[in-house]
T-cell receptor, first 114, second 106 residues
């Protein structure tokens, strides 16, 4: 069975550029989560969707960050404009239902903003 | 916001030892918890689910203490391959602890 698929695996870009991260959840999962992981702050929830609807975006750090889920099999996380402090590993995860279900993570996108 | 807190360690233990980690949580309404294992430069992977008082899977035992609001992970007969970071999370809060680093030494 295919797991959560994220792309790209690595992204290196200059500050000010737009960055788009992509995620395909596990088929049949109706909840999708975006996380950011850094050494300093650990694994932080940015936003999560249930049935393609954003439920909680309180973790999105700034207006420069936006996320969409146009359908059940695709989501994007966009940063515009990017800044060096956005450098981190961004994980997407999906689960059956929102509460009390384990999440399954993608391989992550390693983002470096120069 | 620290919904879940863990001792970051590191825990350095010899092969064959028994080691336990605790994870405290602040929301008494939390109904489920999960332990994840994360290897260096990899994604978190589900290790154990805890829905009631506890769960056991081979060398791994997870227990939930609702009165004191903590969950624990016990690893018996540690293997070198158990070296990783162990993360806990509340099932209805989605806030992960910062993780506990374990190194099993030959």
């Amino acid at each position: 069975d295919a797991g959560v698929i994220q792309s790209p695996r690595h992204e290196v870009t200059e500050m000010g550029q737009e960055v788009t991260l992509r995620c395909k959840p596990i088929s049949g999962h109706n909840s999708l989560f975006w996380y950011r992981q850094t050494m300093m702050r650990g694994l932080e929830l940015l936003i999560y969707f249930n049935n393609n609807v954003p439920i909680d975006d309180s973790g999105m750090p700034e207006d420069r960050f936006s996320a969409k889920m146009p359908n059940a099999s695709f989501s994007t996380l966009k940063i515009q404009p990017s800044e060096p402090r956005d450098s981190a590993v961004y994980f997407c995860a999906s689960s059956h239902g929102v509460s009390n279900q384990p999440q399954h993570f993608g391989d992550g996108t390693r983002l470096s903003i120069l | 916001r620290k919904e879940v807190e863990q001792d970051p360690g590191p825990f350095n233990v010899p092969e064959g030892a028994t080691v336990a980690f605790n994870c405290t949580y602040s929301n008494s309404a939390s109904q489920s918890f999960f332990w994840y294992r994360q290897d260096c430069r990899k994604e978190p992977k589900l290790l154990m689910s805890v829905y009631s008082s506890g769960n056991e899977d081979g060398r791994f035992t997870a227990q939930l203490n609702r009165a004191s609001q903590y969950i624990s992970l016990l690893i018996r007969d540690s293997k070198l391959s158990d070296s990783a970071t162990y993360l806990c999370v509340s099932g209805n809060q989605f806030y992960f602890g910062t993780g506990t680093s374990l190194t099993v030494i030959p």
